[in-house]
């Protein structure tokens, strides 16, 4: 089985295993990262899981200093993320060794990290898209298919890694879908270079969520992810706990209202202050990421919350 692990994303990263753990909104930490890197991986972690640069670049350095191997950072490069450049410039000067761009164009990425030797891994949910990166100068795609934990794409895996692989010259990672060893060796076997997986390392000892988000996880089934629109009026999956089914996961009028004017946003907020206007507050604001947990499908396989370590042997072997 080993020779199947030697890809184009081991040779490009000098990892033992094609995998990237796949970066968490909230959950994915240093500590995950140092685990993966140790146990033959590699990983990312989304850059807005730190407040402040100073935050952000001793996490870098925590890595660098307690693992020996390469690791990633995830950056949303849209309007929304107003700290991109920051963020950027932060990964540049630390030398991470990839960077995975996410929702808007790569292309500042990838000009800014070329000439430094840094990676750069774009998510695409289409050819179309695909086509586009590839074209600015992306090192690989990461196909998010159907099957991805929080904000998945439109085509199932079946359908998109094939189409990737036959319209692009540059490697194919794939996202979503994989949490036994079986699931993983089809993706390699349908020309995708390595996976990217999230959601079965969510119930693990390192992760920095809480316990009671862990065992959900273990607790919970593909049969209980649903997509909500609560969190941020894109569609993303949870876990169908108790708690969503009483808020839904369908936007209210006033959340689609504050989602679009910020100054509403302040406003409202202002107002939840005020006793009594409990039903507001609930309308507006029921749904953080604190009290519904993402998560994907592929959780139906998570059966306890364990290492980081024992979580990759049973993927690989």
């Known amino acids: 089985m080993e020779n199947k692990f030697n890809t184009e994303l081991t040779k490009m990263l000098g990892i033992k295993y094609p995998i990237i753990m796949a970066p968490m909104f909230l959950v994915s930490n240093a500590a995950m990262t140092i685990a993966a890197i140790k146990s033959g991986i590699t990983g990312a972690i989304p850059a807005l899981n730190y407040r402040t640069d100073k935050e952000f670049r001793a996490a870098i350095k925590q890595i660098k200093e307690e693992a020996s191997g390469p690791f990633g950072i995830n950056l ?9 450049k920051e963020q950027l410039n932060t990964c540049v000067e630390l030398g991470v060794d990839f960077i995975i761009t996410s929702l808007g164009s790569p292309r500042q990425v990838i000009e800014a990290c070329k000439p430094k030797g840094i990676k750069v891994f774009c998510d695409v949910v289409d ?33 998109l890694i094939p189409l990737l692989v036959k319209k692009c010259n540059i490697p194919v990672i794939s996202a979503g879908g994989v949490g036994t060893h079986e699931q993983f060796i089809e993706k390699l076997e349908l020309g995708a270079c390595g996976a990217s997986i999230g959601s079965p390392f969510i119930a693990s000892d390192e992760a920095g969520v809480s316990q009671e ?21 894109t569609p993303c999956t949870v876990i169908n706990t108790p708690y969503v089914q009483d808020i839904g996961t369908k936007q209210t009028w006033l959340e689609r209202i504050l989602n679009k004017n910020k100054t509403l946003k302040k406003y409202a907020k202002m107002l939840t202050f005020y006793k009594g206007m409990k039903s507001l507050e609930k309308a507006a604001f029921s749904a953080t990421y604190k009290t519904v947990w993402c998560a994907g499908p592929s959780i139906e396989y998570v059966k306890s919350i364990r290492p980081v370590k024992e979580i990759v042997e049973d993927l690989v072997e």
């Open 127 to 159: 050819v179309e898209y695909a086509l586009k990166v590839q074209e600015l100068g992306a090192d690989a795609v990461i196909a998010v298919n159907s099957e991805a934990g929080g904000h998945a794409g439109p085509m199932s895996y079946k359908e």
């Open 76 to 84: 949303i490069v849209n309007k929304s993320n107003i700290r991109m």
């Open 213 to 233: 988000y862990k065992q959900a996880c273990v607790d919970y089934g593909a049969k209980d992810i649903v997509m909500t629109t609560k969190l941020s009026g």
